[in-house]
């Protein structure tokens, strides 16, 4: 999925602030959290999967003026 560019800045309700994973969970309390969009993903030497925020309940991406996307999950 390709989103515009200024769409810069991130917040989510789930587990954070910093990337997690079903096998570390404890280390990530669920809360909102909020991050530049350029900041969530971590490069690693060898691809695989990265900046993941697992249990996460919404996310919003928007611009400088607050403008942008909201997408939201079902819970079982």
Do not use: K
């Amino acid at each position: 999925m390709t989103l515009p560019r200024s769409l810069e800045r991130a917040e989510w309700y789930g587990r954070g602030p910093q990337e997690n994973y079903w096998d570390r969970l404890s280390g990530a309390a669920v809360g909102r959290y909020a991050s530049p969009v350029g900041q969530l993903a971590h490069i690693f030497a060898r691809p695989q999967e990265a900046g993941n925020r697992t249990d996460t309940r919404w996310l919003a991406l928007s611009d400088r003026e607050g403008r942008g996307l909201l997408a939201v999950g079902c819970l079982p």
